[in-house]
């Protein structure tokens, strides 16, 4: 099994195949504090970071937006007062890809 956040995002275009349920069970592993949500009919990874202020969660926020840009592949961020939600899907396939697992793995890095 490959190590999620040693892996790279990969382009993904209409029609990419969606992480099948053995791929998703495998790599969940990996990421157990994510929960999947699904909303309008479509499987999304989020997870909600706690923080003690409202400016740590902004910096929070934009390591985020880093790893987004680098990988070329963006998630939606809520930030609050105390507190991130992250939400990892594939926009262009309606569901999660690869890339989506192994951004959630990414951003667990970022606070470790």
């Known amino acids: 099994m490959n190590k999620l956040s040693s892996l790279h995002c990969e382009a993904c275009r209409s029609g990419a195949p969606l992480v099948t349920q053995e791929e998703l069970q495998e790599f969940m592993l990996q990421i157990p504090e994510w929960c999947l949500e699904i909303r ?13 202020n409202f400016v740590d969660a902004m ?28 939400t990892w899907w594939t926009h262009k396939i309606n569901g999660l890809h690869r890339n989506d697992l192994i951004c959630a793995a990414k951003t667990d890095l970022l606070v470790s």
Request: proline residues 2%; aromatic residues 10%.
């Open 40 to 52: 309008n009919n479509i499987l999304q990874l989020e997870r909600s970071f706690a923080f003690s």
């Open 59 to 86: 910096a929070f926020s934009q390591k985020i937006a880093e790893l987004a840009e680098a990988e070329s592949h963006h998630p939606a961020i809520l930030t609050e007062w105390g507190k991130v939600t992250v």
